[in-house]
């Protein structure tokens, strides 16, 4: 397939993310409310008509029960022009092809199926068939970075050995910290929402980057690197959420040996900018209100939701594992 190669990128402003400096008398809800919004950037770009075939738009209402999650920024129609809408057994994608990474990754983890379900991992990484390879990152622009292909929609939560395999598609992927971070926190997160699942029998779970004003990118495909991971979970019985932003940095928790040397060539890798909370870190540390995810990316993330926004500390949901 011949892609047009004359891709004019026109900025028109992005969401800004101020230096943040993590202490004991400081918390991520605080930090996240400095964070000012602003428009997206915008991709002008030509595509020829076998892309805009490629374009998978459908409907997947299973995986979004609450309403597919809404761009709302000003740049929205241009968002919603260049987006892939990607349709996956176990989850959904709302992919970008200006950032290289998706908006919004959106699933519904049903208890009885998370509880009963065991597929081996199988670290088959590759670009989505579906989607233009110009359009997507590359297995060698994650080479030598110090970032992972970070799963938005994670492998764990996959029922049968097809979405597994689909879970491995890079447009399910950021570039996120490795070391204790991808492999610290953002992991035991993944499994705390898993057992929520069980423990209250349903949670729909939408997650995706967050980007400063002027955003690194590694690899030849510019690939985004986000400053920040949201992940927004709703159990729909009760209509109660718990929403998190993490940094992408390497965060020091009890179970941190030793932290990584990271890349210099991108400082949030590295001990230097390692987030310590004043003290080792747990995931409560960086429970935010929804409306905070939501003002910082310009979504709506669940628009047919009445939510109560209830939001506990401690063992937050108070799950009993």
Same mark, same amino acid.
């Given at each position: 397939m011949k892609v047009k190669k004359n891709i004019l990128f026109t900025l028109i402003g992005v969401f800004a993310v101020l230096p943040i400096q993590v202490s004991a008398k400081s918390n991520l809800v605080d930090i996240v409310n400095q964070i000012s919004s602003g428009a997206e950037v915008v991709v002008q770009y030509q595509k020829d008509k076998k892309l805009e075939a490629n374009r998978t738009n459908q409907e997947c209402s299973e995986h979004y029960p609450m309403g597919k999650p809404l761009v709302m920024t000003q740049e929205n129609e241009k968002i919603q022009r260049r987006s892939f809408f990607l349709c996956q057994i176990n989850y959904a994608v709302q992919y970008d092809p200006a950032? =290289?990474?998706?908006? +919004? !990754?959106?699933?519904?983890?049903?208890?009885?199926?998370?509880?009963?379900?065991?597929? @081996?991992?199988?670290?088959?990484?590759?670009?989505?068939?579906?989607?233009?390879?110009p359009a997507q990152a590359s297995l060698s622009d994650y080479k030598g970075s110090k970032f992972d292909r970070g799963h938005m929609a994670p492998a764990a939560d996959m029922l049968n050995e097809k979405s597994m395999e689909e879970s491995f598609y890079l447009t399910n992927m950021v570039p996120q910290v490795g070391p204790n971070m991808n492999r610290g926190i953002w992991a035991d997160l993944e499994s705390v929402v898993r057992k929520w699942s069980i423990s209250r029998g349903q949670v729909l779970v939408i997650t995706g980057p967050i980007y400063?004003?002027?955003?690194?990118?590694?690899? =030849?495909?510019?690939? +985004? !690197?986000?400053?920040?991971?949201?992940?927004?979970?709703?159990?729909?019985?009760?209509? @109660?959420?718990?929403?998190?932003?993490?940094?992408?940095?390497?965060?020091?928790?009890?179970k941190t040996n030793s932290l990584d040397e990271g890349n210099p060539d991108y400082p949030q890798t590295t001990p230097q900018y390692a987030v310590n909370c004043g003290r080792t870190c747990i995931i409560d540390d960086f429970i935010v209100p929804l409306s905070n995810i939501e003002s910082v990316t310009g979504l709506n993330l669940f628009p047919k939701a009445n939510i109560q926004n209830k939001v506990s500390k401690g063992r937050m949901w108070n799950a009993k594992f």
């Open positions: 950032t =290289k990474n998706p908006i +919004w !990754v959106s699933e519904v983890l049903n208890g009885k199926e998370q509880q009963n379900t065991f597929i @081996e991992r199988v670290d088959n990484f590759q670009p989505h068939p579906m989607v233009p390879r400063e004003k002027q955003p690194q990118t590694i690899g =030849k495909s510019n690939v +985004w !690197v986000p400053t920040h991971i949201y992940k927004a979970v709703l159990d729909p019985s009760s209509m @109660e959420s718990l929403a998190f932003i993490i940094p992408n940095r390497q965060i020091v928790t009890r």
